[in-house]
Structure formats: C-alpha cells, structure tokens
C-alpha cells in the first residue's frame, strides 16, 4: 500500500524558511514525477511545484516561483521542498503527491498524505 507522509511544517515569521519533506513508502517512485500542493482555510487545493522523475526539471506556480525549490533522492524514495522568503499567504496544508507530468498544471494520482500544517506569521 502506498503511503506519503510530509513533514517539516511549522509556524515561522515573515521572510523565514522551512524545508518539508516527503517519505514515500509502499512503492519506488524514482520513474515518476512528483508535485507539492497546498490548501488554505476555506480555499481549493492547489498546485505549487513539480520535479521531473529525474530532478532535471522543474515546475512553479507563478505565486511561488523564485522563493521554492523542489528537489528529490530517488535514492531515498523522498522529496522536499525548500521555501524561503515565506509569506502570510504561503499559509496552508502542504501535501506531497505522484503527478502525471511535472509540466502545466500537473494531475496529482489518488495518493494524498496527512499533509504538513504550515503557518507564516507576519
């Protein structure tokens, strides 16, 4: 059974940095692509970034684009995303997810996680 499990979420100011993680379990993901997401209180679930199965390429949302860096170890079967110059508006639940292609606006698969709480305080 595939698990994702996120973490390295927490509360910090304005303009900190937070690096979240992704442990997946169940199955070697090293052939896919593999997205972040985020949801704010009372908003949809949204795409945030995106890493081609080999690390070579990446994907941003334009609202992200120049503070996030995703990257992966298909070694580890884990990937991560560094965000720096944080935001009030960065504030949600992050979640790690299989897409279909690291380009557009990637289709996440049916493998949601728990999700990692993220707060920004300003």
């Known amino acids: 059974q595939v698990q994702l499990v996120e973490s390295g979420g927490g509360l910090v100011q304005a303009g900190g940095s937070l690096r979240l993680s992704c442990a997946a379990s169940g199955r070697t993901f090293s052939s896919y692509a593999m997205g972040w997401f985020r949801q704010a209180p009372g908003k949809e679930r949204e795409f945030v970034a995106a890493?081609?199965?080999?690390?070579?390429?990446?994907n941003y949302a334009d609202s992200v684009k120049g503070r996030f860096t995703i990257s992966r170890d298909n070694a580890k079967n884990t990937w991560y995303l560094q965000m720096n110059s944080l935001k009030p508006e960065d504030t949600a639940v992050y979640y790690c997810?299989?897409?279909?292609?690291?380009?557009?606006?990637?289709?996440?698969?049916?493998?949601w996680g728990q999700g990692t709480q993220v707060t920004v305080s300003s």
């Open positions: 890493i081609s199965w080999s690390g070579s390429r990446t």
């Open positions: 997810n299989v897409v279909r292609d690291y380009i557009g606006t990637p289709l996440p698969y049916d493998y």
